[in-house]
């Protein structure tokens, strides 16, 4: 993204509050973006769809793969919006967090 494009960074901004009130006690989430919005991006359509994929996801096995090292195996969710690319990668809550409700999930 060119520095000081105020738009996008807004845009950005805008789909990162709303990404921030998804329901995840499983996952922490992982958020690489590619290019720039050109528009104001649909974060509830992308947020419902990013939780319903979570749901869907084996805990146990993503634990693994991650125990294991295997990154590359690790499923991503890609979305593109308004000309960006963005990859969703879970990371699996520990014993401690997972099922707790509150704490921010998504990081970029």
């Known amino acids: ?10 845009r950005f901004a ?6 921030d009130r998804m329901i995840s006690p499983d ?3 992982h958020v690489e973006y590619r290019g720039a919005p050109q528009g104001n991006m649909r974060g509830r359509v992308i947020r419902e769809r990013l939780e319903r994929w979570l749901r869907e996801l084996d805990h146990a096995e993503i ?5 294991q090292q ?7 969710l890609p979305w593109t919006e308004q000309g960006c690319l963005l990859t ?6 520990g014993p ?9 999930a998504v990081g970029w």
């Open 1 to 10: 993204m060119p520095p000081g494009d105020a738009a996008a960074d807004r």
């Open 14 to 19: 805008e789909l990162h509050d709303t990404l």
């Open 27 to 29: 996952y922490f989430v």
């Open 63 to 67: 634990t693994r793969l991650y125990a």
């Open 70 to 76: 295997a990154f590359d195996d690790v499923p991503s």
């Open 88 to 93: 969703f990668t879970p990371i699996p809550k």
């Open 96 to 104: 401690e967090s997972r099922g707790q409700l509150g704490a921010r």
